[in-house]
Nanobody, 120 residues
């Protein structure tokens, strides 16, 4: 298993909530706590954009458009990272991708993506 596995996507109305989950592959589970975990998204016809990050020390950063609405968290014991998305807007519609980047080597692992659709 060489990819991260995302889940939790779906269709919601504006103002609703979703929680995305990303599970680490066996190749990095032993060193999961040494990876910075990131969420990206790609809307139709647009480039992939960074959404949020959580470092190995649990420091978090967000793109401006999701600040105050999205929360990234990690569970090192279960090798998972989460993206809690509240007050969703139609412009949040995208395929959401999980990314793990090694703090030491910079090597990165991606997931296959999960679709989030927000209707007005």
């Amino acid at each position: 298993q060489l990819r991260l596995v995302e889940s939790g996507g779906g269709s919601v109305q504006a103002g609703g909530s979703l929680r995305l989950t990303c599970a680490a592959p066996r190749t990095i589970t032993s060193v999961f706590n040494m990876y910075t975990m990131n969420w990206y998204r790609q809307a139709p016809g647009k480039e992939r954009e960074w959404v949020a990050s959580i470092s190995s020390s649990r420091s978090t950063t967000y793109t401006d458009s999701v600040k105050g609405r999205f929360t990234i968290s990690r569970d090192n014991s279960n090798k998972k990272v989460y993206l809690q998305m509240n007050s969703l807007k139609p412009e949040d519609t995208a395929v959401y991708y999980c990314n793990a980047r090694s703090d030491s080597s910079g090597d990165a692992v991606w997931g296959q993506g999960t679709q989030v659709t927000v209707s007005s």
